[in-house]
């Protein structure tokens, strides 16, 4: 699960970073749309922040990586260039996929590592998962710039859906239940 979300995390910090102001470059049009976008990222983070409290999960991180790989229809929406209504609805469900996440690994690192060892698996967790983001940040702009910002949008979206589907190879990840 962490290296997987270190590469998660490289390839959605360019993408919200760099690559998605790249995309919105127009002066006249491009901040507004741009704003757009993260303001659907940041309703979905509410609405899942909302969900994820009502809902027992049986398998929370099965879920929660479906729905991670789900969420680079936002990646993909922006390389594609499509409406701008598809891709504030992407960034609604990226953010619902993310808040879910967020919430059902740090139930279950709670639930499922000791106590006396959390703080430490915790530190270890957040380090491996967040170590290479800035790499992603640092390498997108001069990426985009040699090979453009879609085909870079496209790289981040697939690195995010394998990344995530990866996990699910893992049994412990897959069949992690909640008590």
């Given at each position: 699960?962490?290296?997987?979300?270190?590469?998660?995390?490289?390839?959605?910090?360019?993408?919200?970073?760099?690559l998605g102001p790249?995309n919105f470059s127009?002066?006249?049009?491009?901040?507004?749309?741009?704003?757009?976008?993260?303001?659907?990222?940041?309703?979905?983070?509410?609405?899942?922040?909302?969900?994820?409290?009502?809902?027992?999960?049986?398998?929370?991180?099965?879920?929660?990586?479906?729905?991670?790989?789900?969420?680079?229809?936002?990646?993909?929406?922006?390389?594609?260039?499509?409406?701008?209504?598809?891709?504030?609805?992407?960034?609604?469900?990226?953010?619902?996929?993310?808040?879910?996440?967020?919430?059902?690994?740090?139930?279950?690192?709670?639930?499922?590592?000791?106590?006396?060892?959390?703080?430490?698996?915790?530190?270890?967790?957040?380090?491996?998962?967040?170590?290479?983001?800035?790499?992603?940040?640092?390498?997108?702009?001069?990426?985009?710039?040699?090979?453009?910002?879609?085909?870079?949008?496209?790289?981040?979206?697939?690195?995010?859906?394998?990344?995530?589907?990866?996990?699910?190879?893992?049994?412990?990840?897959?069949?992690?239940?909640?008590?």
């Amino acid at each position: 699960m962490v290296v997987s979300f270190a590469l998660i995390n490289m390839a959605f910090e360019s993408m919200l970073s760099v690559l998605g102001p790249l995309n919105f470059s127009d002066p006249v049009t491009g901040p507004k749309q741009w704003s757009y976008n993260l303001a659907g990222l940041s309703v979905g983070m509410l609405i899942g922040g909302i969900w994820v409290l009502k809902v027992k999960i049986g398998r929370p991180l099965y879920l929660a990586m479906v729905l991670i790989a789900l969420s680079a229809v936002w990646d993909y929406a922006l390389a594609f260039d499509l409406p701008m209504s598809f891709s504030v609805l992407a960034a609604i469900f990226s953010g619902i996929s993310l808040e879910v996440f967020m919430v059902t690994w740090n139930t279950s690192l709670q639930s499922h590592v000791p106590e006396e060892s959390y703080s430490r698996v915790s530190s270890y967790d957040t380090l491996g998962s967040f170590g290479i983001a800035p790499l992603g940040i640092v390498i997108a702009g001069p990426l985009a710039m040699h090979f453009g910002v879609n085909t870079i949008l496209f790289i981040t979206g697939t690195t995010t859906l394998i990344a995530s589907i990866a996990s699910l190879l893992v049994p412990s990840v897959r069949n992690l239940r909640n008590d």
